[in-house]
């Protein structure tokens, strides 16, 4: 059974930078792994995603460029470094397994296992 944890959330100023991390249990192979975020009032949407046993990485056109996905295959742990922050990027953010690896979508649809979110506010 797979389960997922987030740590590393906080508050940080505009121009910042902050790394979250997913500590997953159970098993690391052929899982497709996510970062998602949803701010208040707003649908939950896709940020990154990484294919654990190949490395392959899709992000969302919005932290292109800003925000890198990776992994640790050997601490089962998902990270996101997130970089040149803004206000528009404060949000609950949360990490989610799909137990289907290959194709790693960014629809949280797509994803069965979350965990329960660690909070990230921006301030300008």
């Known amino acids: 059974q797979v389960q997922v944890v987030e740590s590393g959330g906080g508050s940080v100023q505009a121009g910042g930078s902050l790394r979250i991390s997913c500590a997953v249990s159970g098993y690391f192979y052929n899982l497709c792994m996510g970062w998602f975020r949803q701010a208040p009032g707003k649908e939950r949407e896709g940020v990154a995603t990484?294919?654990?046993?190949?490395?392959?990485?899709f992000y969302a056109d919005s932290v292109k460029g800003r925000f890198t996905i990776s992994q640790d295959s050997a601490k089962s742990t998902v990270y996101l470094q997130m970089s040149s922050l803004n206000p528009e990027d404060t949000a609950m953010y949360y990490c989610?397994?799909?137990?289907?690896?290959?194709?790693?979508?960014?629809?949280?649809?797509?994803?069965?296992?979350w965990g329960q979110g660690t909070q990230v506010t921006v301030s300008s």
């Open positions: 990484i294919y654990t046993s190949g490395a392959s990485t």
């Open positions: 989610a397994a799909r137990l289907i690896g290959g194709y790693c979508p960014l629809s949280p649809g797509s994803y069965s296992r």
